[in-house]
């Protein structure tokens, strides 16, 4: 109990008073109700860890190694563990900011993907007689999941007092989908304008179903270059750095064995080769192999979700497949050219 009221309390504390209400409406988009101050107070404890290792196996050395007065260190080392603290909450703030900005893409995706079905029903209780609001309720319904309680939240605004056309445009406002915004304000257009309700929704059904296959349309032109891009990172980058590390070894082990034999000759006498000084060490080449696919496999995902979904984030799924997939066909490559390439250099 003491320890929930204190985790509580700290988080309070970093969360400022004129910053609160735009969190809490930012965390409603994710489907989080209310702040988790306990959670924010809990991971500002648990950043105390890495701190901690960080600030005695590095900052502390460091400040040793000065040679300065007991008060210069004392203020160094508080210094050094406020940077490295905050920098540490820096890193914890922006990875739950990038979940919570994947999770609203998500609940808007699921939102856009429905969307049709939903004006569907509308459109069908309109023609059944019903008012737009009755209609728009009355669609309501378990299956169209995180839209069926957004909609029974702008029902609930309108309950309150709030006009539905208010309503509707402070839950198309709440989520970036030029989708949804432009549907509903195509219908709210059509409401004021004093036309059939429901031929307007079913004009928007048609145009959001004409953009869908539009957009697979794109994907399936695009999927050539897609697997062009897949082809390169998991094939032909690991294959080229490979054979750049076998070419290295071979050269560096032919080099060593020529420098043997010519040990002991006469300085008048000289090959015809010389290799010069290799000062790139395959171990060195070899870290360097990995970084440079782990980068090419991060970015080539981007470059893939662009051109199949038309957005960065759909494709940060795909970013753990890539980088795994390239490194273990890496590791595989690199236990074949070490069998082949062997024999050059016994």
């Known amino acids: 109990m003491v320890f929930n009221q204190l985790t509580e309390t ?10 609160r209400p735009h969190l809490r409406s930012y965390l409603l988009k994710a489907g989080i109700v209310g702040v988790p101050y306990t959670l924010f107070g809990l991971l500002f404890w648990l950043s105390i860890i890495p701190v901690s290792v960080l600030f005695i ?9 000065l040679q300065q007065g007991i008060i210069i260190q004392f ?3 508080l210094t050094v563990w406020m940077v490295v603290h905050f920098a540490v909450l820096f890193a914890i703030i922006l990875v739950i900011y990038l979940y919570l900005d994947l999770k609203i893409f998500d609940r808007t995706k699921k939102m856009e993907a429905v969307l ?4 569907r029903m509308v459109s069908e209780n309109l023609k059944g007689g019903m008012p737009f609001e009755k209609a728009l309720w009355g669609s309501i ?10 909609v029974m939240l702008s029902a609930k605004k309108v309950i ?6 208010d309503a509707l445009k402070s839950f198309t406002e709440k989520y970036d989908s030029p989708m949804m915004r432009r549907s509903f304000d195509l219908i709210i257009e059509g409401m004021k304008g004093g036309g059939k309700t429901a031929d307007v929704i079913d004009r928007v059904i048609e145009t959001i179903e004409e953009t869908k296959e539009l957009k697979e349309e794109m994907a399936a032109t695009n999927l050539s270059y897609a697997i062009f891009v897949v082809i390169i990172v998991l094939f032909v980058a690991p294959g080229l750095f490979t054979l750049s590390f076998q070419f290295l070894t071979v050269l560096q082990g032919i080099s060593g064995k020529i420098s043997t034999a010519t040990g002991g000759a006469e300085s008048g006498a000289a090959l015809p080769i010389n290799f010069g000084n290799i000062s790139i060490e395959p171990a060195v080449f070899q870290s360097f ?7 090419i496999s991060f970015f080539s995902s981007l470059m893939i979700s662009i051109m199949q979904k038309g957005s960065i984030k759909a494709g940060v799924k795909y970013i753990p497949i890539l980088m795994i997939a390239s490194h273990v066909i890496y590791r595989v490559m690199m236990v074949v050219a070490n069998s082949v390439f062997s024999g050059f250099i016994a």
């Open 75 to 77: 203020i160094l080392a």
């Open 160 to 165: 309150t007092g709030q006009d539905v056309d």
């Open 10 to 19: 700290v988080g309070k504390a970093f969360v400022f008073d004129r910053i």
């Open 141 to 150: 319904r378990p299956e169209f999941g995180i839209l069926a309680n957004e």
């Open 289 to 295: 192999s990995i970084n440079a696919l782990l980068v």
């Open 116 to 119: 049709p079905d939903f004006l």
């Open 57 to 65: 196996f590095f900052g502390w050395h460091y400040i040793l190694t």
